[in-house]
Nanobody, 123 residues
Framework: VQLQASGGGLVQAGGSLRLSCTASGRTTSTDRVGWFRQPPGKEREFVAA????????FYGDAVKGRFTISADNAKNTVYLHMNSLQPEDTAVYYC?????????????????WGQGTQVTVSS
């Protein structure tokens, strides 16, 4: 399975963007996909995760209430809807997946990392 992230761009503070993470290859509804981000000069951090069924989601504290993760199992695609964007959300956003039966922020448990997509929020 290969994952491809897309949808990044330049947006003003307070604006919105939707990122997509599309898998090529076989997936199952219980596979879990996570979004991570790496701000300039900082470590990569967990953002949100979901199953492909969309029945179970998990969010990092920094994005709760502003970002929503969703999934379209038929399209093997996971979305990250980002609202009320702030300059501190500027980062390269990555998606990755795993088959463990639990959500996790541990990057070492994720596989199939896709190339990132740049999100830049101007003030």
């Amino acid at each position: 399975v290969q994952l491809q992230a897309s949808g990044g761009g330049l947006v003003q503070a307070g604006g919105s963007l939707r990122l997509s993470c599309t898998a090529s290859g076989r997936t199952t509804s219980t596979d879990r996909v996570g979004w991570f981000r790496q701000p300039p000069g900082k470590e990569r951090e967990f953002v949100a995760a979901t199953t492909y069924s969309g029945s179970s989601t998990f969010y990092g504290d920094a994005v709760k209430g502003r970002f929503t993760i969703s999934a379209d199992n038929a399209k093997n695609t996971v979305y990250l809807h980002m609202n009320s964007l702030q300059p501190e959300d500027t980062a390269v956003y990555y998606c990755a997946s795993h088959k463990n039966p639990f959500h996790t922020v541990q990057q070492a448990l994720y596989r199939n990392w896709g190339q990132g997509t740049q999100v830049t929020v101007s003030s």
